[in-house]
């Protein structure tokens, strides 16, 4: 019986089994912020796809459009699509800026400028952190667009 005993008392003092429990501790301490860096790279790779597309089809919309005032509404609505498909609810009024090279803005062999800035919060960080700290990453991009030579002019 003494023989019983002490294999017992050795195979529970031994350390079979705290590897398991080494790995799972590991993992999870590399696995979580490896997951947060995934989530957060995404929402900014979103983002750049987000305000590229947005940026072209503003400056493209802008110059197709017969007057300026039409040109700017519908480059609003192109922001406001491209931002909604890839899940920003900024006010594309204000995440757009457009600019001209000439002072008619449409004129013919002008140029338009769309620039796009959204900021992407960071995620998981709660508001009250985010009031006293900024943490978000702002994103932004500009397309030019050509006014076509042989455009006829209205305005």
Not at 69 to 97: K, M, S
Not at 119 to 135: A, E, Q
Request: charged share 20%; aromatic share 6%.
């Amino acid at each position: 019986m003494t023989g019983w005993c002490a294999e017992r008392r050795a195979r529970l003092t031994g350390e079979d089994g705290s590897s398991v429990i080494e790995f799972l501790g590991l993992s999870l301490v590399l696995l979580i912020p490896l997951v947060y860096l995934v989530l957060t790279l995404g929402r900014l790779e979103a983002a750049m796809f987000a305000t590229e597309g947005a940026a072209r089809e503003a400056a493209r919309t802008y110059v197709a459009a017969d007057g300026a005032d039409e040109g700017a509404e519908r480059a609003v609505a192109a922001v406001g699509i491209a931002l909604h498909d890839q899940g920003f609810d900024d006010d594309p009024a204000t995440a757009l800026v457009l600019t001209c090279s000439a002072v008619p803005c449409l004129a013919p062999g002008s140029a338009v400028s769309a620039r796009i800035e959204v900021r992407v919060p960071l995620p998981f960080v709660p508001s009250f952190v985010r009031d006293v700290i900024p943490l978000e990453v702002p994103v932004s991009a500009e397309r030019v667009a050509p006014v076509d030579t042989y455009r006829t002019t209205d305005e």
